[in-house]
């Protein structure tokens, strides 16, 4: 128990028992005392006289404290009871004793008073300007303080701002813990890793977790979370979970988290703890329901709030704000980005952006990547095709698109697992459930993954001339034969095949040497089965028609 967490104790116990805050003369006397000074050295350190504390303030202190912890309380004698005191209580905690700390209001202020100063919350993050986000900032504060939910998950895409909603929603709710701990995962901490660190900040003296066996840490923390009204924020990336697998999947070492989170949701205690992730756990997602002490928020962009972006970066043309907004789905590191390009490329003119017709990606290239990375081979591949589809379709026209047998159980799983990581959205639309893209910023994405991964093939295939790197233009089908409406064909031309055939023109540099490479493909496509072939043969044909001519005149079949 060190000087800070005393003030902050006697702060609390006053307030709990009288309804007043500590003066700054009795913090600055209590810690002169708890230090062992005499009230000269402690007038030296301090704009106070000597006679007003030694004859006013100090006689009022200690006999408001006699009165409040029922002992006889005096300069000389405090940190002795306050010690005594203090030690009794937490044996009490280990022990699990509840009699013992029944007797004094001293023990039972104590037992709801933090027992770590509310600075050290560990890896907060500070909070810039904070944008609209008014109905979820509500939601999450009912949640928490209202109805005292045992587990709350914050999840979203990367750059939609659940991190800075969740440090906002802690910023105004903090008063109604006793401890507020904020713990970072991104170096991917082992639970007992995790639980021992947490422990650090909650004792400073010694270890408050002592059990070695993973399942009894895990006990002995909810039995904390029982004892004290937490609020413990584990802000949590995709690095926790397997990657090339759907989600849900923990990495090896790591399946520990989930059986952690299924106790937290199903195990009576006082606090709160809240999940921040890119994909919402299993277990909570099986857990959580409206009446339930376990939720969860997908946060989507932000509305016209992200109006504000743009007035603190001083754009022009307000008038096309709504439509760049769209364009990026409200995504705030999206719109903080662009409008940064805008203010710096085109004067701030968003309208001159937005003729350019092109997407920004920046850092959220990056946070793609990363997600991108942990998606099953199935999943990349819908995301696929739905880039390439330019609209919602259904399930049973996606399986129609997949050139690969595919269970309609398969499919389901990937699918649910691509909403729980807020990369699709869903939509019903009369009697049919439809799927797309939720932002067009990770659709172009998609779309540049494929452009890429198909130059990548054609390029190994010019080195060892193996028919069997070819993949993408195996499974995929860039430009849809059975497309009916011109227009979403001729989007696929220009948003797929035109920018592959540019790719190819950069990495070959002679359009000769590219139709040589394209036109052996296709011989060594002669005689191979039909599902090895897949859509190559017509993918090859239109790359070497877009060679020659310019296809908005070309009909495909």
């Given at each position: ?328 789905r409200g995504n705030p590191l999206a719109l903080k980005i662009v409008a940064n390009t805008i203010q710096e490329l085109f004067g701030g003119k968003v309208s001159a952006f937005l003729k350019q017709e092109t997407i920004v990606f920046g850092e959220l290239n990056d946070i793609l990547d990363e997600q ?186």
């Amino acid at each position: 128990m060190n000087v800070e967490e005393v003030i902050k104790t006697i702060d609390h116990i006053l307030l709990t028992n009288t309804g007043q805050h500590l003066k700054d003369v009795e913090s600055v006397i209590l810690r002169g005392a708890w230090q062992a000074k005499t009230y000269e050295q402690i007038a030296d350190t301090c704009d106070y006289s000597l006679g007003y504390i030694k004859q006013v303030a100090a006689p009022k202190l200690w006999k408001l404290l006699s009165e409040v912890l029922g002992e006889d309380i005096s300069k000389t004698n405090f940190r002795f009871i306050l010690e005594r005191l203090w030690e009794e209580l937490l044996e009490s905690i280990r022990y699990s004793s509840a009699s013992s700390i029944n007797q004094t209001a001293f023990r039972e202020s104590l037992s709801e008073t933090p027992v770590k100063n509310s600075e050290n919350w560990g890896e907060i993050p500070e909070i810039g300007v904070f944008y609209g986000r008014t109905q979820e900032l509500a939601t999450l504060k009912e949640w928490l303080v209202n109805q005292h939910c045992r587990l709350v998950a914050v999840v979203g895409m990367g750059g939609v701002g659940k991190t800075t909603l969740a440090a906002k929603c802690v910023q105004q709710i903090q008063t109604e813990f006793d401890l507020i701990i904020w713990r970072d995962l991104r170096q991917d901490p082992l639970l007992s890793q995790l639980l021992t660190e947490i422990s650090r900040l909650i004792e400073s003296q010694q270890s408050y977790l002592i059990a070695q066996d993973i399942d009894a840490q895990i006990t002995e923390f909810i039995n904390f979370l029982r004892q004290y009204r937490c609020l413990v924020i584990l802000d949590a990336t995709t690095n926790l979970q397997q990657s090339s697998h759907t989600a849900g999947h923990y990495r090896e070492g790591f399946e520990i988290y989930g059986k952690f989170l299924k106790r937290l949701g199903q195990e009576y205690h006082r606090s709160s703890v809240m999940w921040i992730g890119r994909e919402k756990p299993k277990e909570i997602a099986l857990m959580a329901g409206e009446n339930c002490p376990v939720r969860s928020l997908s946060l989507q962009g932000l509305d016209s709030s992200a109006k504000e972006i743009f007035q603190k970066k001083k754009l022009l043309d307000p008038d096309t704000w709504d439509d760049l907004i769209q364009l990026y789905r409200g995504n705030p590191l999206a719109l903080k980005i662009v409008a940064n390009t805008i203010q710096e490329l085109f004067g701030g003119k968003v309208s001159a952006f937005l003729k350019q017709e092109t997407i920004v990606f920046g850092e959220l290239n990056d946070i793609l990547d990363e997600q991108f990375e942990y998606l099953s081979d199935l999943e990349q591949e819908i995301l696929y095709w739905l880039a390439i589809e330019c609209q919602p379709i259904s399930l049973s026209q996606l399986r129609g698109d997949i050139v690969a047998p595919v269970t309609q159980a398969e499919l389901m799983e990937a699918i649910e697992s691509l909403l729980r990581r807020s990369l699709i959205e869903r939509n019903v639309v009369e009697e049919d459930v439809l799927f797309s893209l939720q932002q067009p910023v990770v659709s172009q994405y998609v779309i540049n993954q494929i452009c890429e991964r198909v130059c990548q093939e054609i390029r190994e295939f010019s080195r060892h001339q193996k028919i069997e790197t070819i993949e993408v233009l195996r499974i995929l089908s860039l430009v849809q034969q059975k497309q009916k409406d011109a227009v979403i064909q001729e989007m696929q031309v220009r948003l797929v095949l035109k920018p592959i055939k540019n790719q190819l023109y950069k990495i070959f540099k002679d359009e000769s040497l590219i139709e040589s490479y394209l036109t052996k493909i296709l011989s060594l496509l002669q005689g191979k089965t039909p599902l090895f072939v897949g859509y190559a043969k017509s993918n090859v044909n239109n790359l070497l028609l877009e060679l020659k001519s310019d296809l908005s005149n070309i009909s495909y079949r």
